[in-house]
């Protein structure tokens, strides 16, 4: 307290404002950087049509951050994001005429669809009290399906006029329309963030007790912040289908990865109360400078994804590395460790009683007795949800198909498909538990896979150690992730994401474009023989959720993860390595993922680019299904289990259907939605 | 912060340095541009090395300075790669577009800067983009035809789609649709979700089964997955003679399994990767297409006369027509091979429609490895 005293009068009175700034002044400068090195390089001077197509090509990637800034500012987490935008490009590309009213009704339109998909969300986030996380989820399959019904396949047509307004000339040779919609934008935001209500989004997202207590209205505000940003996606969807002049029903899905980059590059913390639209805006132009820093450098198309994972990590280091940060203070701690060691003085040197605390004797007799099940009441109720919404979709598959719950075979199918998410919840789990998230699982399954199977190529000798070597890699790279997280202080979104691409990008280098190997039979028969019954993948996912559930609820590491979810500080203080057990959560999250990757080949027979891509969004939400706070320090593998076995029973049930795409997206999401909905938060 | 800067600013530099020296070298050579979407797939991956080996060919190697950069899937980052290829001097720009209505407006742009812009596999629907495919409804509809002659009209199917929501896939299952709508013998009794995927193929493929078993399956229309099917089956116990008839994709794999059983000179088949006279039809959206509008492109830039659609024809290859190459050279393929030694191509899911008669210069070795054959 009384050294932030000192350094606050030792310095000029502008430091603390510039130091809340931070995020965004360096985030300017690296866009800066960047811009006068593209160009530098580019041939001619910077033109006009070169200022328009820069202003435009990234104006919806910053309408899509700055509503997603919104919602993280309240300290939560919006999945919705791309496929809001890509209704709202469906909408208008179906059914937009080319009357002025038309044009001027449907841009209304599209800002009313956002604020609605919002309102929906917000909704269920601030009056039900659930994990934004989930209900922007289900919010994305059903806006999702909704798209597709409206528009099944890319067409449709938006007004010439539209484009033009929109991403046209504001001032013929002089300014650019989207520079004029963006600076709207940051209008919008600055009247709202020096509003009451603007104060509210960050008093809420910074400690909603205490806002509360301080008079503010939570849950409204956090409603109306959901509502605004929705406001900005419809915005994002305008713009985007000025800018395509036609409409696509997957246009936004791919960006909500890089929505959530530009948010972070623009200096807003994950987690809430910090942070602001306009370093999103400026996210949002580094992100999209890569593309042209990548074609000047010619950077080859399979290291494009580690440039770019470099570039991302330098970036946000950039932002964070000075005296107070992390590798500063582990320095620092080293030192001094060194120093002390060299005087005899460590904490071990010094004499000492071994702790013997007074316990107060128990009272004579038997206590009252308490039943399990009012001891396991809390722990139960966030458990129980996930295994009800499972019994109901077994019940629906039997009325439905009429032979499933007397049939081995379809449990056997279930627990085999079930293996795979059950393995990466443990993993994605933990990490969650500690309050990150690792989003290097697609290519860390992707590049484990393809390794092990190039090296094996089908010989059981070869995986008698492969195998084994690649779970170590998976392991060891997850360390890294770790490592990065802990000494750099980078934000896991960040570090892993990084990961991500490197991997990718090694496993492209790795087979050349084209994966050769191929499992070995004992890899095979490991997820498609028969052992004892079922397959012996069944045996081994008996095995790993026992291990699962000692590791994460008896043992001292499993306690840490808990402790560190909880706080990070409280954690430190009470003698807990904060920095040892986030490395080793994110190398056991290396470690699963690899595994996966392992069993995906043995299940295929071989590895291919791409087989972890679909187990990223589907691990997060089993984890979060099951009850697990996406903020950390509460959840229990169980539960996470009884996810598992309710989304993949549902795919199953859905798969065996002939429904369309889009119904079956809406149906997946519905029942999301109400599964969890026991899950709300009870008010503290 | 100031290093970064630095570091930045001294990568830049020799970005620069090596930039200019392959150009000062041919001053004459086309600057070609290459716009891939995602790039972490087996068919993208195979298509970019073909491109490569066209462009490395003795014919275009003088004549063409091509560069690849990779776009991800995301449309609006697509858009703008293009727009900086087009500002880095760009002659013609060969993309593999991520929407085929997204880019309209971009590609509009380019054309108005007399930018040739030549798409290939998918398509471009703004008219002054040149485009490469094959027709997608006849992709659809002619193994659908096989299949209703193969089941001689009757039975239980089960469709495997692609990517829900793309142009391909849905003219594609529209057009199978249609012609299985004429026979009301048959029944389509579950329909999945494959996203164009082996891996994912087989997930969809086991879900299915847990409620529909393979004794009410009679048939099957994928767009990718029949080299899994087969693979499946023989897990089940099905014997070799008894495997259901699969209308669908052009992998390696699955075309070494319509081979007849027995077949001679097979080197290193295993497991389910081996010829099991499987009663197939085996269609493909060819990775040469990629090439092929390469070539295109410098063609329109030598001032030729190209179609603004080169319709690719559809390669069909049938259990009559199966046929395994030895080495898989240009010649060899042009004398009607269409199958490669699982020796060569560990991968069953390698897309094995590479031959062309348009493109001499690409042959086995230009989809492995990027090496033209001459």
Known sequence: MSTIAVAARGRAPWRPRLGRHRGLIVACIVFLVLFFAVDLITPGAFSYFELHFMSAGGATLALAAMGQTIVILTGGFDLSTGAVISLVNVVLATSMGTSAFSQVAFFWAAILIGALAGAFNGFFVAFVRMQSIVVTLATMFIVQGLTLLVLEKPGGTIAPGFTAFFSGDAIPHLLPAPVVVLVVAAVVWLLVKNSRFGVGIYAVGSDEEAAFAAGIRARVV?????????????????????????????VGQPMLLEVFVAVVLGGTLLGGGRGGCIGSIVGSYILMIIVNILLVLNVSAYFSSVAEGAILLLAVLAASLNRRSPIAFYIRLARDKLAARARGALASAHPSHGAAPQLPTPPAGKPAAVSWFARHREGLGMIVPAYVGFVIVLLASQAVFGNTLTNPGYFDSLLVLSSFLAILALGQG????????????????????????????????????????????????????????????????????????????????????????????????????????????????????????????????????????????????????????????????????????????????????????????????????????????????????????LLTALSTLLEGTTLPSATRDIIFGLVLLGAVLALREKRA | MRWISTAFVAAMGLGLFAAQHPAEAAQQKYKIFLSMSYIGNDWQAEAANMVKAMAASKD???KVDLKVQVAGPNATRQIQQINAMVQQGAQAIVVYPISPTALNEVVRNACARHVVIIAYDAEITEPCAYNVHIDQLEAG?????????????????????????????????????????????????????????????????????????????????????????????????????????????????????????????????????????????????????????????????????????????????????????????WQEMEQGCNVFQPAIISNPGWFASIYSAETPETGLQAALNGKPER
């Open chain 2, 141 to 329: 509809r002619v193994p659908a035809e096989w299949l209703v002659k193969k089941l001689d009209g009757k039975g239980n199917i089960v469709v495997i789609t692609g990517v829900p929501g793309t142009s391909v896939d849905t003219q594609r299952t529209a057009a199978a649709k249609a012609v299985f709508a004429k026979y009301p013998g048959i029944h389509i009794i579950s329909e999945g979700v494959g996203m164009w995927s082996q891996a994912v193929a087989r997930t969809v493929l086991t879900k299915i089964l847990t409620t529909h078993p393979w004794n009410e399956i009679s048939g099957f229309w994928v767009q990718v997955g029949c080299y899994t099917i087969a693979s499946m089956e023989k897990e089940a116990g099905i014997p070799d003679n008894q495997l259901k008839p699969c209308a669908g994709e052009g992998s390696n794999g699955h075309r070494i399994q319509m081979l007849a059983i027995g077949a001679p000179g097979v080197e290193g088949a295993h497991g389910t990767y081996r010829p099991m006279g499987e009663p197939s039809i085996s269609y493909a959206s060819p990775p040469y297409s990629g090439a092929l509008a390469l070539k295109l492109a410098v063609d329109v830039l030598e001032g030729q006369q190209v179609p603004k659609f080169t319709k690719l024809p559809l390669p069909i290859v049938t259990n009559e027509t199966v046929k395994l190459c030895k080495e898989g050279t």
């Open chain 1, 222 to 250: 956090k409603f109306w912040a959901y509502v605004l940003s929705g406001i900005f996606y419809g915005a994002a969807g305008a713009f985007i289908s000025a800018q395509t002049g036609s409409g696509d029903p997957l």
């Open chain 1, 430 to 645: 933990a990490a969650i538990l500690t309050g990150g998230l690792d989003l290097s699982v697609p290519w860390m399954i992707g590049f484990i896979g393809i390794l092990t199977a190039g090296l094996i190529r089908g010989s059981d000798a070869v995986a008698l150690w492969a195998v084994p070597l690649g779970l170590v890699l998976g392991a060891a790279l997850g360390a890294v992730n770790g490592l990065g997280i802990v000494l750099l202080g980078l934000p896991p979104i960040v570090m892993t994401l990084a990961m991500n691409g490197i991997l990718q990008g090694a496993a492209l280098l790795y087979c050349n474009g084209t994966p050769s190997g191929f499992a070995s039979s004992a890899q095979r028969w490991f997820m498609t023989g028969h052992f004892a019954g079922p397959r012996p993948v069944v045996w081994f996912l008996a095995a790993f959720v026992i291990f699962s559930v000692v590791l994460l609820n008896r043992t001292v590491f499993g306690r840490r993860i808990y402790a560190v979810g909880n706080s990070p500080l409280v954690a430190r203080l009470s003698a807990v390595g904060v920095g040892g057990t986030l490395i080793g959560v994110y190398a056991l999250s290396g470690f699963c993922s690899a595994l996966v990757g392992v069993l995906l080949s043995g299940f295929s027979g071989q590895a291919s680019l791409g087989m972890g891509d679909d187990y990223l969004l589907p691990s997060i939400a089993v984890v979060v299904v099951g009850g697990t706070l996406i903020t950390g320090g509460r959840g229990h593998y169980i539960g996470m289990l009884g996810g598992v076995l």
């Open chain 2, 60 to 62: 275009y190697r003088d």
